[in-house]
């Protein structure tokens, strides 16, 4: 049981280059979302997911793009790298946005 | 504005001696909230949730809506709860929104 999979798991960009970060979870979880942790700053939402084919804004979604073609999968699609999006990215899913989030390891991105 | 906020960057106690982590809220509607912890080199996880209103590892959290707090408490504190604990609000919205942070530093 892989839980949330999150990939990469470091990542080097040049600023202007686009990058998806994938994340993956295997326990049939409707809600999934995506945050960005920063010192000082704790976890922001990006964007999230209340099921296929639906998604919305969270605190901080200006740079990001996000998709839900399946229940499984939610990648996060970075269009032009910016240095200010270098960050640690989560993925966390859940059965439904009031259960217990479970959190993927984290994808370091580091934008040159 | 729908907003957590954990004053305190870092808490560092020595072994045995009580904790509290603070979290204020502001949120107009009804609030449900949570705390999570991350131990080092570890996944983020659920710690507790005011509904269960359970203790978990020791700890407990009572939401207080007249002062709009959620405090982290634990009687005696272990090496083990160093951590870094982020305190969340759920809002109508269903968007899980999360507080700076605080880190515990349990000293032996």
């Known amino acids: 049981n892989a839980g949330v999979t999150q990939t990469p798991k470091f990542q080097v960009l040049k600023t202007g280059q686009s990058m998806t970060l994938q994340c993956a979870q295997d326990?049939?979880?409707?809600?999934m979302s995506w945050y960005r942790q920063d010192p000082g700053m704790g976890l922001r939402l990006i964007h999230y997911?209340?099921?296929?084919?639906?998604?919305d804004q969270g605190e901080v979604p200006n740079g990001y793009n996000v998709s839900r073609s399946t229940t499984e999968d939610f990648p996060l699609r970075l269009l032009s790298a910016a240095p200010s999006q270098t960050s640690v990215y989560f993925c966390?899913?859940?059965?439904?946005?009031?259960?217990?989030?479970?959190f993927g390891d984290g994808t370091r991105l580091s934008i040159l | 504005a729908q907003r957590v906020t954990q004053p305190e960057k870092l808490l560092s106690v020595f072994k045995g001696a009580p904790v509290e982590l603070k979290c204020n809220y502001s949120?107009?509607?009804?609030?449900?909230l949570f705390w999570y912890v991350q131990y080092s080199r570890q996944r983020l996880q659920l710690l507790l949730r005011?509904?269960s209103r359970e203790s978990i590892k020791g700890f407990t959290a009572d939401l207080n809506k007249g002062e709009t707090s959620f405090h982290l408490k634990k009687p005696f504190a272990q090496e083990e709860d160093s951590a870094m604990y982020y305190c969340?609000?759920?809002?109508?919205?269903?968007?899980?929104?999360f507080g700076s942070g605080t880190r515990l530093l349990v000293r032996p």
């Open positions: 966390a899913s859940s059965f439904s946005s009031n259960q217990p989030q479970h």
């Open positions: 326990m049939n979880h409707e809600y």
């Open positions: 997911s209340v099921g296929a084919g639906i998604t």
């Open positions: 949120y107009s509607g009804s609030p449900e």
């Open positions: 005011h509904i």
């Open positions: 969340a609000l759920l809002l109508m919205s269903y968007k899980l929104i």
